[in-house]
Nanobody, 122 residues
C-alpha cells in the first residue's frame, strides 16, 4: 500500500514561516509529479505548488515569491517552505503524488495525503 504522510503544519502569526514535508512510502517504482494543494472550509481544493521528477516547478500566483517546493527523490519526499505567511494561507494542506508507477503495473496512479492544518493568525 502506498501512503503519503504529511507533517509540519501548525499555528503561526502572519509573517511567520512553516516547512511542510510529505514522505511517500510503499512499493513505488517512481513518482512523476509531487505537489501541494490546499483547501479552506467551504472552498475548492486548489494547487499551491508542484515539482516534477526533474525539478521543474509551478506555483499558484498567490504564493509566488513566498513558497518554495523541493523534493528528495532518494527519500520520496517533497517539502514546502512557506515564508511570509498570510491569514489567507490558512487551510488544510494536502500532499499529492501524480503519475506514480508501481512495480509490475502498467498504470499510473494518483495519491493524496491525509492533510495537515496550517493556521495563520492576524
Amino acid at each position: 500500500q502506498v501512503q503519503l504522510v504529511e507533517s509540519g503544519g501548525g499555528l503561526v502569526q502572519a509573517g511567520g514561516s512553516l516547512r511542510l514535508s510529505c514522505a511517500a512510502s510503499g512499493s513505488i517504482f517512481s513518482i512523476n509529479v509531487m505537489g501541494w494543494y490546499r483547501q479552506a472550509p467551504g472552498k475548492q481544493r486548489d494547487m499551491v505548488a508542484r515539482i516534477t521528477g526533474i525539478g521543474s516547478t509551478n506555483y499558484a500566483d498567490s504564493v509566488k515569491g513566498r513558497f518554495t517546493i523541493t523534493r528528495d527523490n532518494a527519500k520520496n519526499t517533497v517539502y514546502l517552505q512557506m515564508n511570509s505567511l498570510l491569514p489567507e494561507d490558512t487551510a488544510v494542506y494536502y500532499c499529492a503524488a501524480d503519475g506514480v508507477r508501481l512495480p509490475g503495473k502498467p498504470q499510473q496512479y494518483f495519491y493524496w495525503g491525509q492533510g495537515t492544518q496550517v493556521t495563520v493568525s492576524s
